[in-house]
C-alpha cells in the first residue's frame, strides 16, 4: 500500500508501507561510520593476547613507536597515568543470599594479565591504517602463559585454573528462583520424569558492518564529536564521560549514522571505543579504528553458552507438576556491562514459557571462563530457556507416547488465565495460546505433514516435526523497578515532536535504527495521531546534539516505549494546537472538530487548517490567555510494565541417517506481537529472526581448544553462517492480543525468530530419529552431530540386544 492510499483509508497504523530508508541503501547511497572521511584522520591498530591465560612479564611500544608514520603508542601503565577508570556493570545480578557479584569489568588495556585470546594490551595510532597494523606487530610483549579453562562445567570443578584470583572463584553470581523442596516433592510423586544435560551453544552475532569509530576532536572549543556504530548514542557517550574518560557530556556529542545491524553487539560498551578518543584528543586530529572480520570475532562480546541439567515431570495425563534446572552460564573472562542480567533475569523469568508449572526450582550460577565476554545477542536468555523447556516437554511426549501437540494442548495456558504469573517471577500481560496453536498448525497443515512423515517412512525417507511454544520478554519496565534490581540504567524513552512553521512535522526519538525501519513506522504512530499526511512528517535519530537524551535500541523496546513517547507528544501537540483553534476560530475547544488536517466548527462552515494554526503558534500573536508560543512537546515516557510477545515455531526436516545431513524443508512461525503497525516490518523481522535461528540450531558455533583456549573459528571459513540455501520459504501468521502496558497495544517483535528456531529444528531431528533410539542431540546440528548421535543410538541398542540375548540364555 502506498502513503497516499493509507492517508484515504484514514490510518496508517496497520498498513504496510515501505521503508523510507530502503531507497538509498539500494542505490549504495547509505552512510556508515567507515564511509565517513576526515581531514589528517589517524588510523588506531591494536595489539591483541595470542593467549588465552598468560601473566604479562614486560612490555615494550619503542620499537614500534620508532617507525615511520606511527604518532601515538598506548598501553595500560599510559591509562592509569591519565587517571581514566573503568566501566561498571550496568545491570549487577547479586547471589540470592545478598552478597555482590564477583564483578571484573572489561578493561581498555590488560593490566599484568591477559584473560582470554584478542585482551588487549597496547594501542598503536598512525598517519594510515597499514603502518597502524604494520607497527601493532612490532610491539614486544613477554608473556608467561597460564593454564586456561574455557568450559564453564570445568570452571567450577575444585582446582581449576582462576580467571581472577583475587575471587578465589570462577562463580560470579548464584541465584535461586522457585521452591526446591515442593518441586522435589512433586518429582517424587510424578508418574514421569524426564532429564536431559543440554548445551546451548556459544554464537558470535557478527553484523555485515564491523564496529567503527571515528574521533574529531576540536581543541578551540574543547568538543568531541564521535562517529560511532551504535545502538544507543546517549548510552555510549554516558558511558565515556562517567566511567572511563571523565569527559563532561556537553563536550562529547555521538553520532550514529547507519548502522549495518547490530543484534545486540553494538549496543554494549566495547573496549576499544574509548581509546579512539583518548587518541584523539591527544593528538589533536581525527583518530578511526575499523574492525576486521578477526576482530570481530575476538573482541566482539559473544552470547549464549549455556551447560544445563533439567528435569520435568508429569502426572498420569501428560500435565506437567514440576521442572528443575541447574544451569551454568557462561559470562566469558570479564563481565560485559549487561551480561549478568541475561541469565539471572531474563532467561528465569520465560523458562516455563507458555506451559503450566505449579512447581519449579531453578539455580543458575553466572561462571568465568578464559573466553571472550558474552552480553547481548538477538533473544538474550529467551532462547536458552525455549530449548530446556520445549526438549523436555517434547521428550516428555515421546516417552509417553502422546502426540507433541496434543502434550501442549494439554499443558498451555489459556486466554482468561491472563495475567498469567509464571513461576519465574514475571507475570505475563496477554495472550492466547491455544488459539496461537491453532493458527501455526492450520498454516503448516500439521495433519497432511503427519500422513506425510508416514508415507515417506514406508519408503525409508527420515522426515521429522518439531515443535516450540514460547514467551519472550520485551521493552523495558519502570525505572523505579530496575533501580530496585541495581540496574544503572533507565527504563524510559524520550520523543519530541517539532511542528514547523509551515505545518510539517519532526520526530526526534532516542531511540536508533540498525534494520527496524523507525523511519516509517514511527512516522505511522505521528502521522495517525495527528492525523497528517505521513510525507509530511520526518524522523530524526542517532544524534546527542539534537536528542536531549534516550536509552537507544535493544530489548525489542522501541514501539512500546519510544511508541508511546511520540504517541503521548502527539496528543499534547493536538492539545495545544486546539486551543490556538479555538482562540482563531472565536469559539470553545468543545465545539471543534479535527481531522484531515483541519480543525473545523461543528455545525457550520468555518475551519481553520493545521498549517495555519502552526503559523499563528510561531508568529506569537493572538494566542490564547497563559499559551506561549511555538509548537512543540518533549515527552519523556516511563513505561509502568514490560510487555509479553509469544510465538510458536514448526520445523520441518529431511534427516539422513547415513551421513547425518539435515534438510531443513520447512519452518513456520506463528506471533502474537500485540497490535501491528506495519505488518511488513514485522513479517522482515520475524523472518531475519528465524534466519539466525536457523544459524545457531544448524551451523553456527564458536569453538575454543579445550587445553589452550585458542578460538579455533575466527574467520568465516571455519563459523558457519547460513545461506540462501539453507533457509527454506518461511510461513508466517500473526495473532493480535493487545499489550495493557502501553495506548498502541504493540508487543515487542524483532527477536521471536531467534528464540524458538534451534528448539523446533531440534526436535523435528529428534523427532525424525526416535525410533532409531536417538533421545538428544546437541546444538549445533550439524551432519556430524547427527551421525554420532544415530551411531551411538545403534551401539545402545545392540548393547540392550545382547544383554537382552544373555539374560535369555540364563534363563
Not at 555485515?208 to 571515528?214: A, C, D, Q
Amino acid at each position: 500500500m502506498t502513503a497516499e492510499q493509507a492517508h484515504e483509508q484514514g490510518s496508517y497504523i496497520g498498513q504496510a508501507l515501505r521503508r523510507r530508508e530502503d531507497v538509498r541503501f539500494i542505490q549504495g547511497k547509505g552512510r556508515y561510520v567507515d564511509d565517513i572521511v576526515l581531514p589528517g584522520v589517524a588510523w588506531c591498530a591494536f595489539v591483541r593476547s595470542p593467549h588465552a591465560h598468560a601473566r604479562i612479564r614486560s612490555l615494550s611500544t619503542q620499537a614500534a613507536a620508532m617507525r615511520p608514520g606511527v604518532l601515538l603508542t598506548l598501553t595500560a601503565e599510559d591509562w592509569v597515568k591519565a587517571g581514566h577508570g573503568e566501566l561498571t556493570v550496568v545491570h549487577p545480578m547479586s547471589f540470592t543470599d545478598g552478597r555482590p557479584m564477583n564483578a571484573a569489568p572489561r578493561p581498555a588495556f590488560a593490566r599484568g594479565k591477559v584473560n582470554h585470546v584478542g585482551d588487549i594490551v597496547a594501542a598503536v595510532v598512525a598517519d594510515s591504517r597499514f603502518t597502524a597494523e604494520e607497527a601493532a606487530e612490532a610491539v614486544e610483549v613477554d608473556y608467561s602463559p597460564l593454564p586456561a579453562v574455557v568450559a564453564a562445567r570445568l570452571a567450577v570443578k575444585p582446582g581449576a585454573p582462576l580467571v581472577h584470583e583475587q575471587f578465589g572463584t570462577n562463580v560470579v553470581f548464584e541465584i535461586e528462583r522457585g521452591n526446591r523442596h515442593q518441586t522435589e516433592a512433586a518429582m517424587s510423586s510424578a508418574s514421569k520424569v524426564v532429564e536431559l544435560d543440554l548445551t546451548n551453544n556459544r554464537v558470535s552475532a557478527n553484523p555485515i558492518e564491523p564496529r567503527s569509530y571515528l574521533c574529531d576532536y576540536d581543541a578551540t572549543s574543547d568538543r568531541y564529536t564521535l562517529y560511532a556504530t551504535s545502538q544507543q548514542p546517549h548510552y555510549l557517550r554516558r558511558w565515556l564521560s562517567v566511567y572511563t574518560l571523565h569527559i563532561p557530556e556537553h563536550k562529547l556529542r555521538v553520532v550514529s549514522p547507519d548502522v549495518g545491524g547490530g543484534f545486540g553487539a553494538k549496543g554494549v560498551f566495547s573496549t576499544e571505543v574509548s581509546t579512539v578518543v583518548w587518541a584523539a584528543q591527544i593528538l589533536r586530529r581525527p583518530v578511526k579504528w575499523t574492525a576486521t572480520r578477526t576482530e570481530t570475532f575476538l573482541s566482539d562480546a559473544q552470547a549464549r553458552d549455556h551447560e544445563t541439567t533439567a528435569r520435568m515431570g508429569f502426572d498420569r495425563h501428560g500435565r506437567v507438576v514440576a521442572m528443575q534446572i541447574d544451569t551454568l552460564a557462561a559470562l566469558g573472562a570479564y563481565l560485559s556491562n549487561f551480561a549478568p542480567s541475561i541469565p539471572g533475569n531474563s532467561y528465569p523469568q520465560t523458562v516455563t514459557g507458555l506451559y503450566k508449572t505449579p512447581n519449579l526450582h531453578l539455580r543458575v550460577r553466572g561462571v568465568y571462563t578464559n573466553t571472550v565476554p558474552v552480553d547481548a545477542y538477538r533473544g538474550s536468555g529467551r532462547p536458552e530457556a525455549t530449548w530446556i523447556n520445549e526438549r523436555l516437554i517434547e521428550f516428555g511426549a515421546h516417552e509417553l507416547g502422546i502426540d507433541v501437540v496434543e502434550m501442549r494442548q494439554r499443558n498451555l495456558i489459556t486466554r482468561g488465565e491472563f495475567p498469567y504469573s509464571a513461576p519465574g517471577g514475571r507475570v505475563y500481560d496477554s495472550g492466547d495460546p491455544p488459539a496461537l496453536l491453532q493458527r501455526l498448525l492450520t498454516l503448516a497443515d500439521y495433519p497432511a505433514l503427519r500422513r506425510e512423515q508416514a508415507s515417506l517412512r514406508t519408503n525409508g525417507v527420515l522426515m521429522g516435526i518439531g515443535l516450540a511454544a514460547f514467551v519472550d520478554k520485551a521493552g523495558t519496565g519502570p525505572s523505579t523497578n530496575l533501580a530496585q534490581r541495581g540496574a544503572l540504567h533507565g527504563g524510559w524513552e524520550s520523543a519530541v515532536v517539532r511542528v514547523h512553521s509551515d505545518g510539517k512535522v519532526t520526530v526526534v526519538a532516542g531511540t536508533h535504527s540498525h534494520g527496524q525501519g523507525h523511519e516509517i513506522t514511527f512516522c505511522q504512530i505521528a502521522a495517525d495521531r495527528l492525523r497528517l499526511p505521513i510525507d509530511d512528517i520526518r524522523l530524526l535519530e542517532g544524534d546527542t546534539d539534537q536528542i536531549a537524551f534516550g536509552n537507544g535500541t535493544w530489548g525489542a523496546r522501541s514501539a512500546s516505549v519510544a511508541g508511546t513517547a511520540i504517541y503521548r507528544a502527539c496528543d499534547k501537540v493536538l492539545d495545544k494546537a486546539l486551543r490556538l483553534a479555538a482562540q482563531a476560530l472565536e469559539c470553545a475547544e468543545g465545539d471543534i472538530d479535527y481531522g484531515g488536517g483541519r480543525f473545523k466548527v461543528r455545525g457550520t462552515d468555518r475551519s481553520i487548517g493545521f498549517a495555519d494554526v502552526a503559523n499563528i503558534a510561531y508568529h506569537g500573536v493572538g494566542l490564547p490567555p497563559g499559551c506561549s508560543p511555538g509548537l512543540e512537546v518533549a515527552e519523556f515516557y516511563d513505561p509502568p510494565d514490560t510487555n509479553d510477545p509469544q510465538a510458536m515455531h514448526l520445523a520441518v526436516v529431511i534427516v539422513d541417517p547415513e551421513t547425518g545431513f539435515v534438510e531443513l524443508r520447512g519452518l513456520y512461525a506463528a506471533d502474537d506481537c500485540g497490535v501491528v503497525i506495519n505488518p511488513m516490518i514485522v513479517e522482515g523481522q520475524v523472518h531475519g529472526g528465524l534466519a539466525q535461528g536457523v544459524g545457531q540450531a544448524l551451523a553456527e558455533h564458536i569453538v575454543y581448544d579445550r587445553v589452550s583456549g585458542q578460538l579455533l573459528t575466527a574467520s568465516f571459513l571455519d563459523y558457519g553462517v547460513p545461506r540462501a540455501v539453507d533457509v527454506p520459504a518461511f510461513g508466517t501468521t500473526f495473532l493480535a492480543s493487545a499489550a495493557p502496558s502501553n495506548p498502541l497495544g504493540v508487543k515487542g517483535a524483532s527477536e521471536s525468530g531467534t528464540i524458538g528456531a534451534p528448539a523446533a529444528i531440534g526436535n523435528a531431528v529428534i523427532d525424525a530419529l526416535w525410533h532409531l533410539g536417538v533421545r538428544d542431540i546437541t546444538l549445533p546440528i550439524r551432519s556430524e552431530t547427527v551421525w554420532r548421535a544415530v551411531c551411538d543410538a545403534r551401539r545402545a541398542r545392540r548393547g540392550e540386544e545382547v544383554q537382552a540375548s544373555h539374560e535369555r540364555q540364563v534363563v
